[in-house]
């Protein structure tokens, strides 16, 4: 029975994870968080950010947790309804909350559809981060946008992670300090 159980949950872990692994190339991790926005799957998102971004979203959940704040703005960003829910709800799913509150409040009538994107070249920092430039199209509201971008990668023990965009760093850093 447990060699059954463990068949299954092998299966059920390998059909539902991506096909990219620890040496997959950069611009696969890349391609593969878009499609993870794309389909709404926040949770597979945060999985592919690196540890350096997500220590800065977990300092900003363990600030807020020690504020012990009871705020429904505050929930509402991480959908949540308490602060027993909060404490109790893993970083990853906070962090996935919070991503998801965001993304669905910058295109409020309905889910931006995002084109593959177009690797226009890559440009590396050193041994461990590699900026790829790539061109992409974001379709809202019946409006199309096509615009080039840049994402910045990092080496990890899990392979190739994103880091966070600068605008994102900066509300994070922002919200801790006033909560510090």
């Known amino acids: 029975m447990k060699k059954i159980l463990a068949l299954c949950l092998f299966v059920f872990i390998n059909s539902s994870c991506s096909q990219i692994n620890i040496k997959s190339p950069p611009e696969d991790f890349l391609k593969e968080s878009l499609r993870a926005i794309q389909e709404q799957d926040y949770v597979s998102f945060v999985q592919l950010l690196h540890p350096d971004a997500i220590s800065q979203f977990t300092k900003l959940i363990n600030l807020l947790r020690s504020a012990e704040l009871e705020d429904e703005r505050l929930f509402s960003l991480f959908s949540v309804n308490t602060l027993d829910e909060f ?3 893993s970083d990853t799913v906070l962090i996935a909350n919070f991503l998801r509150y965001t993304l669905a409040h910058s ?45 910045s990668l990092k080496q990890s023990k899990y392979g190739w992670r994103l880091l966070l965009k600068g605008d994102l760093e900066s509300v994070l850093e922002t919200l801790s300090k006033r909560l510090e």
């Open 87 to 89: 404490n109790s709800t």
């Open 107 to 151: 295109s409020k009538n309905e889910s931006p559809t995002i084109s593959d994107p177009t690797i226009i070249g890559k440009v590396n920092e050193g041994d461990d981060i590699i900026h790829i430039v790539y061109r992409n199209s974001i379709t809202a509201n019946s409006i199309t946008i096509s615009k080039v971008q840049v994402e």
